[in-house]
Nanobody, 120 residues
């Protein structure tokens, strides 16, 4: 099994910053893509950003220029630096990983979610 543990959520004022972290552990041979999704209240889950093993990144239009995703492959950890936060960024943020386990089976893992609230 693969576990993803997130940290770094919380309450922040508009214009503020937060940094989310997600560490993967378990029977992992290789992680191909790690990313962050979010689910605002009453809405569906959506992609925020992801990063592949070569460092290539992909961002949702709503966060381009404000959020930065990075990855420490040696630690199987992904980060999301969120700047210039807006009330509409309020959501539960979920870590995601597409991986291959030690038995060469592909899989998808999700973290438990961390709440980010942007409010004055």
């Amino acid at each position: 099994q693969v576990q993803l543990v997130e940290s770094g959520g919380g309450l922040v004022q508009p214009g503020g910053s937060l940094r989310l972290s997600c560490a993967a552990s378990g029977s992992i041979l290789r992680i191909n893509v790690m990313g962050w999704y979010r689910q605002p209240p009453g809405k569906e889950r959506e992609l925020v950003a992801d990063i592949n093993g070569g460092g290539g990144t992909n961002y949702a239009d709503a966060v381009k220029g404000r959020f930065t995703i990075s990855r420490d492959s040696a630690k199987s950890t992904v980060y999301l630096q969120m700047n210039s936060l807006r009330p509409e960024d309020t959501a539960v943020y979920y870590c995601n990983a597409n991986y291959v386990d030690r038995f060469y089976r592909p899989g998808v893992g999700w973290g438990q979610g961390t709440q980010v609230t942007v409010s004055s």
